[in-house]
Structures are given as structure tokens and as C-alpha cells.
């Protein structure tokens, strides 16, 4: 895993300095079925609207069932598949448009986010790397793993072993290695 801690304005836990989502994984390297659990695990754990949880998550190992692999990466846009056919796994983050009682779940993104955030940080304890893509065909998504219409697909994303390159893989029609500036300083974030 490539050792990529973020320069803060303040000091923030190690954790959160460590999370990396980079490009570059290690094909040949599986996500072992305790760690995959444990990331699940950790989502599961994440806070919800009244505690519905209404995220779903897709799981698509390539060591594991190469098929359902392939079609969960057939689903990325093309930028996102020249890089992502080497992750392992490939995830699909789905929320309930709807809460458990009935009535329409308009925190639903902002849960399974929260859930997302939790795998991620989890990935990153175990020494392994995420990055979610929004990049994807939402109708292929959902259509073609029988999701039901009461879930709206939210976010791909990626897990597996960084090859510990530094950079991201070249993306077709781009110039460079990608993004490697920081983000916005924090006080753009706050409305007045």
C-alpha cells in the first residue's frame, strides 16, 4: 500500500490522513473474504436516517466470479474501466428511495455515503485502498443485477492492494497522471 499522508491545515487522525484513493491496484493481489467482510462491516455500523440503513451494496469479486465482475466493470465509463479492471473488487452502492415505513427517503445518498465513508476508512486500516467512481451507467447498473426500482444505484467503487506507484495510471484522452493537488482550503467549504 502505497504510504500517501495528506498535508492538513490543522492535524486530523492518521486515519483519515492515510485514506488514498489512487488508480493503480495490484491485479494479481485478491481482497481476502475476512478483510471484504470487514469492510462490510464497517458500513454496516455506519449512522442512518431513524437507523434505516438503506444502503446496498453489490459486491463483484474477480477472483470469485469473474462474470459478475465483468459486468460490474462494464457498467464504468471508459475512463474508469482503463484503470479499475485491475481492482479485485468492484462494489455497487445503492440506496432506498423509500424509508421502512413507507414514505420517500430523500437522506438515503447522504446515508449511504456515510457508509461508503466507513468502508473506506476501514480499506485504509486494513492497508487496502478505495475509490468510488461516479462515473458508471445507472440504468445498466441497476438493470442488469435485478435491482429493484425501490434502490438508486449512488456510487461504484473500487477496493483491492495499491501497487504503490505514485501518480494515477494515465486516463485515454488525458495528459498527465491525474490529480495530485490538494483540495479546496477549508474555509471554502462554509457558507456565510
Known amino acids: 500500500m ?53 444502503w446496498r451494496f453489490l459486491v463483484c469479486d474477480k477472483h470469485a466470479d469473474a462474470a459478475a465482475w465483468q459486468a460490474a466493470l462494464d457498467c464504468l465509463a471508459a475512463g474508469n474501466q482503463s484503470w479499475a479492471q485491475n481492482a479485485p473488487i468492484l462494489i455497487l452502492a445503492s440506496a432506498a428511495t423509500r424509508l421502512r415505513n413507507g414514505s420517500p427517503n430523500r437522506w438515503g445518498g447522504y446515508d449511504t455515503g456515510a457508509a461508503m465513508m466507513s468502508l473506506c476508512l476501514q480499506a485504509t486500516a486494513l492497508g487496502l485502498m478505495c475509490h468510488q467512481m461516479g462515473g458508471f451507467d445507472a440504468k445498466k447498473s441497476g438493470g442488469g443485477f435485478s435491482y429493484s426500482s425501490d434502490f438508486y444505484p449512488h456510487v461504484h467503487d473500487c ?3 495499491s501497487t504503490g506507484q505514485r501518480g494515477y495510471p494515465r486516463r485515454p484522452g488525458r495528459a498527465g497522471v491525474g490529480r495530485t493537488s490538494a483540495p479546496a482550503p477549508g474555509r471554502s467549504f462554509f457558507l456565510r
Open 159 to 161: 477496493a483491492g492492494l
Open 2 to 54: 502505497i504510504e500517501k499522508k495528506s498535508t492538513t491545515q490543522v492535524p486530523i487522525h492518521e486515519l483519515l490522513a492515510r485514506r488514498w484513493s489512487g488508480r493503480a491496484y495490484d491485479a494479481q493481489h485478491p481482497v481476502q473474504a475476512a478483510a471484504l467482510i470487514a469492510l462490510l462491516e464497517a458500513a454496516r455500523w455506519a449512522p442512518s436516517c431513524y437507523g434505516d440503513e438503506p
